[in-house]
C-alpha cells in the first residue's frame, strides 16, 4: 500500500499519496489553493511550509521560479509527511457567494448625503461572512452595486446586515430606489464577496494595524477595526478618515467613545476642505476625484499616515476607498518601510448608470465560464496597471544588461507597483530571441545593445484579477526593427477590429497570418492567445484563442501577436485583452 499523508490548508485538509504532485492531489478532490502555468515557472502555487517534509520532483533550471526558503511550489514538490501549508498571497473564498433574498429593517440618514441601510438575509441558514466583505445588491435591470458590510458578523444577529450609502441624485439606486425603500421591502443579493479581510487568527509579528478610508469606505474598514479591538492582540489600531468636512465623518461619536475605552484605537479626520476623496454614491471605490489628477485636493490619508512614524516593520495595513488612493497609499507607506504582503485592499470602480452592466453572464460557451466575483471593471483596472507597468520597466531596461537581470529588475518593479505575484512568468527577449515566443528557451546571459529589439511580456496579478500585456521596443533609430516592432502592434489592431466585426478566434489568427506578410513578417502560430479572469482562471480552463470556433467574448481572452521578420533574425510581440469599445 502507498503511504497516505494529510496535508492541512487554511481551508481544510486533502490526502495525497506522496507519489502524485502535491498541486494535482489538491485539484484532483477540489480543494482551492491557487495555481497557473503548473511547470514551476509563475510561482503562483506557491506555498509556506509551516510543517512536514516535502521531495522536489526535478531540480529546478533557469525559466523556474525561485520561491523564498520556506516555500516550495505544490506543482513541483511531493509530500514526504503529513504537512501544513499557508499561502501568503492568496485566500480561499470563506464559502461560496450565492444569490439570498432580504428584507428592509430600517433606513435612516447618517448625514444629509449618507445613509444607513439594514437588511436581514431571509431563510434559516445564517448569512456567513469575514469583517471587510461585501455583498452586490441586484437591481431590476440586471446590474448591481457593490456594498461594504458595515457591521461585524453576528453584532445586530445572525442574518442582519447594515450598509453606508452615499446618495447620487443621477444614481438609479441611491438616487431613485434606495430613498423610497420601506420596512419589509424585499432585495436581492448576492455574497459574501472580496479576500480583503481580517484573518480569524491575527499574524504574528504583527502588533499595530493602521486603517486608511475616504468617504463611506469607512464600512469597508469598520468591522475590521471592531473586530482587530475584539481580539486584543494588538498594541495599536489607527483610523485615518478622509472627508471633506468634519460632518463626513459620521461616526465620530462612537470612534471618540472606543478610542477613549482602553487607549488601543486611535482615529484621525484627514479633511481635504475640497471635493471628498472617497466614495460618493456609496459603493465600494466611487468618488470625486480631480478631472485631471484623479486626486482630491488637500490633504491625503495615506500622506497623514506616513508622516505619523508608524512603525511599519511591525504593521498591517488596510485601504477602503477610491482606486487612486489606494494605489498612491499602498506606494506611499511602502516607501517609508511597510513590508510587502502588509497592505490590504479591494479596487472596485464607481457604478455609472451611463455604461452597460457589468454583472457577470452566463457565458454562451463553456471556455468562456469566469468565477462568482469576476467583473469586467476588475480586468479592466488590471489591465490599464499592467500596461503602465510594461512601459516603466521598458524605460528601465538600457543597454548593457542582461536578459536575466532585466526579468529580475521587472520582476521587482512589479513588485513595487502593487502585484501580488505573477500568473506567468515574466518574459524579457533581446535580439535574435525576439524571433521566438516564450515558450521557447531563452539566453538569459545575452546583452541588449546599443542599436537593437527587446520585448517585455509581463503577467502580473493586481488585487486579485489576472493582467497580462506584452510589447516590444527598440533601442536606437534602426528602421528596420522599429518596422518589426510597429508590426506587430499593427496586426493587433487590425485584428481586433475584425473581431469587432464577428470573426471567430480561429479566424482572427488566419487573417493576422495575411496582414503580418503586409509588413514583410510571417506569424508565429506557437503563440495562439488564451483566457484571463479572476485569479486563477486555470480553474475555468487553458483554451487557446486561435482554437476558439465561436466569436470570443468580451474583456476575457488575449490575442497574442508573435511575429518574425522574413529577412532579419529579429522579430516582434504585441498582446493586449480583447475589448468592445466602452459606450453606452
Known sequence: MPPSYTISLPSGQFATDGQTPLLDAALAVGAPVPFSCQRGECGACRAQVLAGRYTRIAPPNESSYVPAADELLMCQCRAASDMTLHFPHWTAPVSTPRRRHASVVSRRPLTPE?????????????FDYQPGQHVRVHLADGSHRCFSIANVPGAAGPRRLAFHIRRTPAGTFTGQMLPALMPGDALSLDGPHGACVWPATPPAGIDHLVLLATGTGFAGVFPILMAALDSRSLQSVTLYWGGRKPEDCYASGLLDALQGKDGVLRWHPVLSGGACDGPSDGSLGASSRHPATGQAPGRHVQDVAAQAGHDWARTMVYACGNGAMVRAAQARLRAVGLPEGRFHSEAFLPADDSRPSQTPRQPPHPWERVGERFTLDGILQARQRSMAAVHEIAALITPGITTGDAIALADQHLRRMGASHNWHPTYVRFGADSQSPAVQPTDRRRTLGEDDIFVVDIGPVWDGYEGDYGDTFVTGDNAD???????????????????LDGLTGQALYDLADVYAHEYGCALVHDIAGHRVSDFPHALYGKHRLANADFVPGDGIWVLEIQVRDLRLPIGAFYEDVLLRPLTA
Open 481 to 499: 526593427r522599429q518596422r518589426c516592432a510597429q508590426a506587430a502592434r499593427d496586426v493587433f489592431q487590425r485584428a481586433r477590429l475584425a473581431w
Open 114 to 126: 449618507v445613509t444607513e441601510l439594514i437588511l436581514d438575509i431571509q431563510g434559516v441558514e445564517p
